[in-house]
């Protein structure tokens, strides 16, 4: 994800997360400087280079202030897989079991889901017309794709497809 031409950030495994400022010519190793996540970050957006989320296993989230990343209070104990926001004070988290988290500015809760299965990506042009894409893992097993969209108000399943196993993104 990249606040802008020169600034992006990159995030994997064993809690890695990179940082360029110079348009990719050098990238400074933020994990070291301490993400608190161990495991795998799958997913990270922000509003600004000084605000930026992340989201890992374990229902891990932390925030990045322009100057250090800490840990934020997660009401989910399962594999987070992707956040997007709309505005600093409008972010959407998705995961496993098809849990859906929103984070209002201050705090994050739980919104309700119309699939068990694992969301596995999310995205949106406003705050009243949001996608997020999965299907079956390991983890929630079931038959078929689902596309899910949120109008502002509730989530609802508009594709449920048998031809594709799952999306990604």
Known sequence: WG?????????G??????????NGETWDN???????????IYG???????????????GKIIHYNGT???????TITSRLRDVWGFSASDVFI??????????????????TSPTTLTLQGVWGISSTNVYAVGGPSAASPGNGA??????????TEILNSSEVERFHD
């Open 3 to 11: 606040s802008s031409e020169t600034s992006i950030f990159a995030v």
């Open 13 to 22: 495994e064993y809690g890695t997360i990179l940082h360029t400022t110079d």
């Open 30 to 40: 933020m994990t070291a400087g301490g993400s608190g996540i161990p495991q795998t």
């Open 44 to 58: 990270i957006w922000g509003s600004s280079a000084t605000d930026v989320f992340a989201v890992a296993d374990s």
């Open 68 to 74: 250090a990343w800490s840990s934020m209070t997660s």
């Open 94 to 111: 998705v995961g496993e079991s098809g849990k859906i988290l929103h984070y209002n500015g201050s705090a994050w809760s739980t919104m």
């Open 146 to 155: 689902r596309i899910i969209k949120y109008n502002g108000s509730v989530w």
